[in-house]
């Protein structure tokens, strides 16, 4: 493959280098130390319709059929990836066929809730698993009562944390509430591309515990500057959790798909009404889209987010096709405003990740995370 215009899919590959990537006649080369920074996964996930519209391929420098998968390989993006490749070469030899089979059957036979240790992922794959089995419940083709869903977190909490993870405050009703209606709309707005044409490809959703060395976040070049600042707010402030001295600790959750977009699921109020309005308006009480299920009220679930947002002192970033805007919301007066949102080189997608510090003793989040 001397041809080919290699993108080294580095440790902590980060926004600023998925920018740099030149997809033409491109191979992806993964190796054991392969990974996203913060935040890069969403972004390299609006990039995907632009990837596979070349032609490309993937060379493994380990043996990925010898793993449980790594933490890389089980990414939404390189599953993606993985599927559309036309090619997969470890040791000279095309692996595509044996590592698709070795990879699907290892989602399949843990119904879809793939991970360990710091994160987990529930991966669909549209449209033959748009339901991972872990969420089924009866019927296969609806979608998944509220309890079961909220059910299915707090077990991956136990896994990721070592406790419980939502036992009913409302806290925890907003955050799951959000989990779940931003996954029941990727279920039923990020299936299909502009034209209404189904997508085939993999979504879902990842709870992930973070660590972070606080006295080596300044030398980072792999973290954004707007969550640098975010960080050393929560310290200055004193609300960030401490996994030891010195180093910090945080909860992202993420909802992630390669639809046409928030803003492309909702109508406009008026003609002029602009993209970036429509994408604000999403977030406001009655707007969202209103699930069959009776456990949350209809249109609530994105703005639960910045209702669970302002308790938790989050971040909030969201991605819609080619927009994404950032929130703080430590800061107690900020709001989902135009001014936040960004054009950038994503074209496709939705993403939708909150990052907080679980905190320790008092206040409403306290049953979110014991005594941690």
């Known amino acids: 493959m001397t041809d080919q215009n290699f993108i080294n899919i580095s ?63 089980r990414s939404f993006f390189c599953l993606n990836l993985i599927w559309n490749a036309e090619q997969i070469i470890y040791d000279e030899i095309d692996i595509k066929l044996k590592l698709v089979e070795h990879i699907w059957k290892i989602i399949t036979e843990n119904r879809g809730l793939v991970g360990s240790g710091k994160l987990h992922n529930i991966i669909s794959r549209d449209p033959d698993y748009s339901i991972p089995n872990i969420l089924r419940d009866s019927e296969a083709t609806s979608f998944p009562h509220f309890d079961t869903f909220k059910r299915v977190f707090k077990s991956s909490g136990v896994s990721i944390l070592g406790e419980g993870i939502f036992y009913g405050s409302r806290t925890e009703n907003d955050v799951v509430s959000y989990l779940y209606e931003s996954t029941k709309n990727s279920f039923e707005h990020g299936r299909t591309d502009n034209d209404g044409y189904s997508l085939n490809g993999f979504r879902g959703v990842s709870i992930r515990k973070i660590i972070l060395n606080l006295n080596q976040l300044n030398i980072r070049s792999d973290i954004p500057e707007f969550f640098k600042k975010y960080i050393s707010e929560l310290v200055n402030n004193s609300k960030m959790s401490m996994e030891s001295p010195g180093t910090g600790k945080l909860i992202s959750a993420s909802v992630v798909d390669t639809g046409i977009g928030i803003h492309k699921t909702l109508p406009k109020l008026v003609e002029d009404e602009s993209e970036i309005e429509i994408l604000v308006r999403s977030f406001k009480e009655g707007e969202t889209r209103k699930p069959s299920s009776s456990a949350i009220e209809p249109g609530h679930g994105l703005s639960n987010i910045v209702n669970a947002s302002q308790y938790l002192d989050a971040y909030l970033l969201v991605m819609s096709g080619k927009y994404i805007g950032g929130f703080d919301f430590s800061k107690k007066d900020t709001v989902i405003s135009s001014s936040r949102f960004k054009e950038t080189s994503r074209d496709q997608g939705t993403s939708l990740t909150i990052i907080w510090p679980p905190k320790k003793g008092g206040g409403d989040q306290i049953p979110l995370f014991g005594d941690s």
């Open 11 to 73: 440790k902590n590959t980060s926004v600023e280098n998925i920018k740099d990537w030149k997809l033409e006649n491109s191979c992806f080369r993964i190796s054991r130390s392969s990974s996203f920074a913060l935040f890069a996964e969403e972004f390299a996930m609006g990039k995907l319709n632009s990837i596979i519209k070349q032609k490309i391929w993937i060379e493994f420098t380990y043996d990925p059929l010898k793993d449980d998968l790594e933490e890389f390989v």
